[in-house]
């Protein structure tokens, strides 16, 4: 039988098991959005902005195994989305993103909301498609969702125009797709794992350093596996938290740039590093010729060939998917590991490192932003799923939450976009309905995508923000202070609204509290009485407060700011 | 170092732009580029000459087969091949110059394929260092056009890049 395109778009995705698509309709996509309507499988979830409907797609898929699916209208409906497709790209998170474009005969005559989808996403897509026949279209949804969810995830752009959209032809959705252009290397060279695993026995001062990519390939209890078997210290990117648990003796912390100062002098006093699924970037190595200045021995699994020896030279690359690699390594390992006996002393010195407390700060008058993250903790059990936006509040949910299991902590690590953390708080709740959500945010980031409160009220989500309103732009502010004499150049937030009544005024519930003692009253009345509703929690606190440890950019690992020093 | 990377891809809308974009957003540097069509009409070959350490070059590569397009990639420059490029170029051919353009055309090889009373378009195909020889000999006051197809390379006798 034939069907018009716009009917094969919605039979690909039942196919692909889709549940959810966040979107926003528009002249393009109305065909589209027609057999939406005639169908129950696929829900369809209204934004307010598809800047909104590409973080929720992307934080769905982040929080669960599932792709994450948008549906957005040609030219402004497209440029909206940008923000989210890059952010989404940068942590490659698996998303298929479907565009409306203007008919093809008026393709490239500047037609009424045409713009270059393509041209203007590629550079942040892991690859994009233009359908112009709708014979094209079954094949290319199904190319789009193997390419976005295989090798290193990432999203894919899908164009398609109207015409494309009402056309019929046949359907059949292909079972298996073959490309002869594309075939990411799955299992790891053995041989380079035999080697891998020769150096963690020779090694005196092993640090094992692991990232994001550890958290996308479902390889957290592999690594916790291996971890322990080796019995060496662990320190998670802030992409990786939650792939080892936080809680275990074994984990030094966070790294990087406000790293703990036991995890940054592990790092970089490590005579092994065995790198998984991490890619030393900036923000976690610091400066690289300081860092290059130790010798030490690199062992680097990743399924990105070109992650592998792009900021710092690799002694042993393993190109292969992070769990079947661990995999390998365990069993190898199994023949009876020996760790040298040096290693012991090597922990005595993390111990002392450790010792440094450098975490440590004090609740006085005003509420400290650090207090509510920990209090947050105590609440939730630990076992919320926490998202969070950019700024300080980022860096302070993730000193301070500690995650047990991977795909708890959602944020924007690469691009660093203030706005996702509503957004992203949604997504993750239509993903894992009946969990505990907590946004972290601060003043500046949730006005980007304060919009969202709408949504979450028609679709009842009973998300917790946790607003950490210094009335500044925390961030900016501090490295003002820092590094610009103190001069607050347009760091300072005016105008605020009052947000308890802004929460109300979208039918949430609002608090506001400014007294430390508050702090722990009002979240579990957030979390308790206040379970099935959305609660904006306007958190008054310390404007001055600061994020250390601090790796200034430019500077080394170990030359870290702590909060003691000042 | 100069290197020349062979690329086979996927011979769809957008291909190019793709390895294009690679190169400037990634800031690595283009001498030349060259594509066309293979003798499999689904596949395109391009020739990109590019300079660069051993560390950019191993992400060139890299980078390159990330992406979906691409079939096939190699650094022809790091084992015996050929390469050529042809060029066109208009010279005024008057009075004495006329016989002088002729003679330095035949001692490069070159061949006059158009003439009229005051020019000469002069093909020459060689390796890049030869054409800029050729410019460099000609008086530059001579040259009134000139234009280069950049290069296309191919490995020797058994290293052969094909699906
Ligand atoms: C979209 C976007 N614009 C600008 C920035 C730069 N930036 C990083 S942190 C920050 C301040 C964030 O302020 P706020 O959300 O209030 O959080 P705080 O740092 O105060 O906790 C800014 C402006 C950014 N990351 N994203």
Same mark, same amino acid.
């Given at each position: 039988?034939?069907?018009?395109?716009?009917?094969?778009?919605?039979?690909?995705?039942?196919?692909?098991?889709?549940?959810?698509?966040?979107?926003?309709?528009?002249?393009?996509?109305?065909?589209?959005?027609?057999?939406?309507?005639?169908?129950?499988?696929?829900?369809?979830?209204?934004?307010?902005?598809?800047?909104?409907?590409?973080?929720?797609?992307?934080?769905? /898929?982040?929080?669960?195994?599932?792709?994450?699916?948008?549906?957005?209208? /040609?030219?402004?409906?497209?440029?909206?989305?940008?923000?989210?497709?890059?952010?989404?790209?940068?942590?490659?998170?698996?998303?298929?993103?479907?565009?409306?474009?203007?008919?093809?005969?008026?393709?490239?005559?500047?037609?009424?909301?045409?713009?270059?989808?393509?041209?203007?996403?590629?550079?942040?897509?892991?690859?994009?498609?233009?359908?112009?026949?709708?014979?094209?279209?079954?094949?290319?949804?199904?190319?789009?969702?193997?390419?976005?969810?295989?090798?290193?995830?990432?999203?894919?752009?899908?164009?398609?125009?109207?015409?494309?959209?009402?056309?019929?032809?046949?359907?059949?959705?292909?079972?298996t797709v073959q490309m002869r252009s594309y075939n990411p290397v799955v299992k790891g060279h053995l041989g380079q794992i035999k080697k891998a695993v020769q150096l963690l026995a020779e090694a005196k001062r092993p640090v094992i350093y692991t990232g994001g990519g550890v958290i996308l390939s479902d390889a957290a209890e592999k690594l916790t596996q291996l971890a322990r078997k080796l019995g060496f210290p662990v320190t998670n990117t802030l992409m990786g938290l939650g792939g080892f648990p936080a809680t275990d003796k074994q984990n030094v912390g966070m790294l990087g740039m406000h790293g703990s100062y036991e995890a940054n002098m592990t790092m970089h006093y490590a005579d092994l590093i065995l790198a998984v699924g991490a890619r030393f970037d900036d923000r976690v190595?610091?400066?690289?010729?300081?860092?290059?200045?130790?010798?030490?021995?690199?062992?680097?699994?990743?399924?990105?060939?070109?992650?592998?020896?792009k900021r710092v030279k690799v002694d042993v690359p393993i190109v292969g998917n992070v769990p079947d690699v661990l995999e390998e390594m365990i069993k190898l390992l199994d023949d009876g590991f020996q760790a040298d006996p040096a290693v012991a002393d090597w922990w005595r010195q993390i111990e002392e490192w450790r010792g440094r407390d450098s975490l440590r700060y004090k609740q006085g008058q005003y509420i400290m932003p650090q207090y509510v993250v920990e209090k947050l903790y105590e609440v939730t059990g630990g076992d919320a799923f926490i998202t969070s936006d950019v700024g300080q509040h980022q860096m302070f949910a993730a000193q301070y939450y500690k995650f047990d299991k991977p795909r708890r902590w959602i944020n924007s690590g690469g691009l660093g976009t203030m706005g996702v953390g509503l957004p992203y708080a949604m997504g993750v709740r239509f993903a894992n309905p009946?969990?505990?959500?907590?946004?972290?945010?601060?003043?500046?980031?949730?006005?980007?995508?304060?919009?969202?409160?709408?949504?979450?009220?028609?679709? !009842?989500?009973?998300?917790?923000?946790?607003?950490?309103?210094?009335?500044?732009?925390?961030?900016?502010?501090?490295?003002?202070?820092?590094?610009?004499?103190?001069?607050?150049?347009? /760091?300072?937030?005016?105008?605020?609204?009052?947000?308890?009544?802004?929460?109300? /005024?979208?039918?949430?519930?609002?608090?506001?509290?400014?007294?430390?003692?508050?702090?722990?009253?009002?979240?579990?009345?957030?979390?308790? !009485?206040?379970?099935?509703?959305?609660?904006?929690?306007?958190?008054?606190?310390?404007?001055?407060?600061?994020?250390?440890?601090?790796?200034?950019?430019?500077?080394?690992?170990?030359?870290?700011?702590?909060? !003691?020093?000042? | 170092m100069r290197h020349i990377i062979s690329i086979l891809l996927e011979n769809e809308a957008g291909a190019l732009s793709r390895v294009a974009g690679l190169f400037s957003a990634r800031g690595y540097n283009i001498e030349t580029l060259t594509v066309a069509p293979t003798e499999d009409a689904s596949l395109s070959r391009m020739t990109i000459v590019t300079w660069g350490s051993d560390d950019v070059l191993e992400q060139i590569t890299k980078q390159l087969n990330k992406l979906v397009d691409v079939v096939k990639v190699v650094d022809l420059s790091e084992a015996a091949h050929v390469e050529r490029e042809l060029m066109l170029i208009k010279v005024r051919a008057t009075g004495k110059d006329r016989e002088e353009m002729k003679r330095m055309a035949d001692i490069f090889r070159g061949r006059i394929i158009d003439v009229t009373d005051s020019t000469y378009v002069i093909e020459l195909t060689g390796t890049s260092a030869k054409l800029d020889s050729f410019i460099n000999a000609l008086d530059a006051g001579l040259i009134l056009e000139t234009v280069r197809t950049g290069v296309s390379g191919i490995g020797r006798g058994d290293r052969i890049l094909k699906v």
């Open positions: 039988m034939m069907i018009t395109g716009a009917e094969i778009v919605i039979r690909c995705l039942q196919e692909e098991k889709v549940e959810h698509v966040f979107g926003y309709p528009g002249g393009s996509v109305l065909h589209i959005y027609d057999e939406l309507f005639k169908q129950d499988q696929i829900k369809h979830i209204l934004v307010r902005h598809e800047q909104a409907a590409v973080h929720a797609a992307d934080a769905y /898929s982040r929080s669960s195994r599932k792709v994450g699916v948008a549906l957005v209208t /040609s030219g402004p409906g497209v440029t909206n989305a940008v923000t989210g497709i890059a952010t989404a790209y940068m942590d490659s998170v698996p998303l298929v993103v479907l565009c409306g474009q203007v008919p093809t005969f008026y393709i490239g005559q500047d037609a009424f909301q045409e713009c270059d989808t393509v041209g203007i996403t590629r550079p942040c897509v892991k690859h994009n498609f233009l359908v112009k026949d709708v014979k094209d279209l079954a094949l290319t949804l199904k190319k789009a969702f193997h390419i976005a969810t295989t090798g290193r995830p990432g999203p894919v752009v899908v164009d398609i125009p109207k015409d494309v959209t009402a056309l019929k032809c046949e359907f059949e959705y292909p079972k190595i610091g400066n690289p010729e300081h860092f290059g200045k130790e010798q030490r021995k690199i062992i680097h699994v990743d399924i990105d060939p070109s992650s592998i020896s009946d969990m505990p959500v907590a946004c972290i945010t601060g003043e500046g980031s949730i006005q980007m995508c304060i919009q969202e409160l709408s949504t979450c009220k028609q679709f !009842e989500l009973p998300i917790k923000i946790i607003n950490l309103n210094n009335g500044m732009l925390g961030m900016v502010r501090q490295w003002q202070e820092m590094f610009y004499s103190k001069r607050y150049s347009q /760091s300072y937030v005016t105008s605020l609204p009052d947000f308890v009544r802004l929460a109300e /005024s979208y039918g949430h519930v609002g608090m506001k509290i400014e007294r430390p003692e508050d702090v722990e009253p009002a979240l579990r009345k957030a979390f308790t !009485e206040h379970k099935n509703d959305l609660v904006f929690m306007d958190f008054i606190i310390d404007p001055t407060a600061n994020v250390f440890p601090m790796v200034a950019a430019g500077k080394g690992l170990t030359e870290m700011i702590l909060a !003691e020093d000042l | -």
